[in-house]
C-alpha cells in the first residue's frame, strides 16, 4: 500500500503545479488509473479539462497522444488503416492515434456517431479490428476523453453503450478565488506545463492494479453496492438503470479508493463517495421525471439516503 500512496503522491505533486486547488479531482484521476479504467471529463470550457489531461500523461511518462474530435474525423483516423505496398505486393496497417497509453479525446462528442464507436472496442477490450485483424493495444491503455456540456450546436452526444464504458464522469469546476488568483502568478512568464517532466515509472502501474484486486471488500459491503445499483433499475423516474457493470465499476473503485487512502479493506464511505461519480452517466431519467427538474445527481442522493447499509459482522 505504500509504494501505492508514494507513486500517487508524485503524481498528484506533479499535476497540482498545473491544476491549482482541485485535489479532489485529482485524486478521481488516481482511482480510475488503479482501476485500468477510462475518464470522461465533463466541465464548462476553460476550467483545465484538457491541461489536467496532460499533465497526468506527462506525470506518468507513457506515451501520449492528443485527438481532436471533429464532425470530419473518420474511424480509420482513429484506429489506423491498412495501406496496399507496391514494392512487396502486400497491405500494411499504420496505427493510428489510439494504439498509446494515453488517448486524450478532446471534444468527443464533436465526433460523429460511427468514429464514437470505432473507440468501443478498444476502451473494452483493450484492442482494435482493422479490415478483420485485430491489434492489441499497449498496455496501460487508458482515455481521456473530455466534453463540453453545454455547447450542444454540432455535437453528438454520446450513447448509453459509450458511456457505459467510462469507469467514471469527472467535473473539474470553476476555481476558488485563492486559487485563480495563485494559477494568474503562476502563469506570468511560462506555463507550468512546458516545464512538467515524468515523475514516476509508468510500467508499474500494471502492477500496482494487479494489488488493488487484494483489498478486501466485506460481504456486507458487497451486498450494499448491489443494492444500490439495482436500486436504480426499479427506480420510477428512471428509464434506464445501472447495469452489472456499473456494479462492478464501484467495487473496483473502491478498492482502489482504500489503497489511496492506505487501507487494505474498503468503507462504507468509499462506496457513498464514489457512487455518484461512477453512477449518474450510466442513468436515463425519464422526461416526466426532467420535466419536474429531477436529475441523475438527485436521483442518486436519494438512494443513499434510502438505502440503508444493513450493518452485520464486517469482517
Request: aromatic share 6%; with cysteine.
Amino acid at each position: 500500500m505504500t509504494q501505492i500512496q508514494d507513486f500517487a503522491a508524485k503524481i498528484t505533486s506533479n499535476v497540482e503545479r498545473v491544476i491549482i486547488g482541485k485535489a479532489e479531482a485529482i485524486e478521481l484521476l488516481m482511482v480510475a488509473l488503479l482501476c485500468d479504467g477510462h475518464i470522461l471529463i465533463e466541465d464548462v470550457p476553460g476550467v483545465g479539462k484538457t491541461m489536467l489531461a496532460r499533465a497526468l500523461a506527462i506525470s506518468l511518462g507513457g506515451q501520449f497522444k492528443r485527438l481532436q474530435c471533429t464532425p470530419d474525423l473518420l474511424p480509420n483516423d482513429v484506429t489506423g488503416v491498412s495501406i496496399f505496398n507496391q514494392q512487396n505486393g502486400q497491405f500494411e496497417f499504420r496505427p493510428g492515434p489510439v494504439f498509446v497509453n494515453i488517448l486524450l479525446a478532446d471534444e468527443i462528442n464533436r465526433a460523429t456517431p460511427r468514429t464514437q464507436s470505432s473507440l468501443l472496442e478498444a476502451m473494452q477490450e483493450q484492442q482494435v479490428t482493422v479490415d478483420g485483424i485485430t491489434h492489441t493495444l499497449p498496455r496501460p491503455f487508458l482515455v481521456l476523453a473530455t466534453q463540453n456540456p453545454v455547447e450542444y450546436e454540432g455535437t453528438f452526444p454520446l450513447p448509453e453503450a459509450q458511456l457505459d464504458r467510462f469507469l467514471m464522469r469527472l467535473s473539474v469546476g470553476y476555481p476558488a478565488f485563492a486559487d485563480e488568483k495563485a494559477l494568474l502568478t503562476h502563469l506570468q512568464r511560462e506555463h507550468p506545463i512546458n516545464s512538467l517532466k515524468s515523475v514516476v515509472d509508468g510500467a508499474m502501474l500494471s502492477e500496482f492494479q494487479k494489488t488493488v484486486w487484494e483489498v478486501h471488500v466485506d460481504g456486507t459491503l458487497q451486498d450494499y453496492i448491489i443494492r444500490l445499483v439495482s436500486a436504480t433499475r426499479n427506480h420510477p423516474d428512471l428509464a434506464l438503470g445501472a447495469s452489472p457493470r456499473a456494479s462492478l465499476a464501484l467495487f473496483k473503485a473502491s478498492q482502489a479508493l482504500a489503497c489511496l487512502r492506505g487501507r487494505d479493506h474498503v468503507l462504507p464511505d468509499d462506496i457513498k463517495y464514489l457512487l455518484p461519480v461512477t453512477m449518474t452517466h450510466r442513468l436515463i431519467v425519464t422526461s416526466e421525471a426532467e420535466l419536474r427538474g429531477h436529475t441523475a445527481a438527485a436521483i442518486i442522493k436519494d438512494l443513499l439516503a434510502n438505502t440503508p447499509l444493513e450493518l452485520g459482522a464486517i469482517r
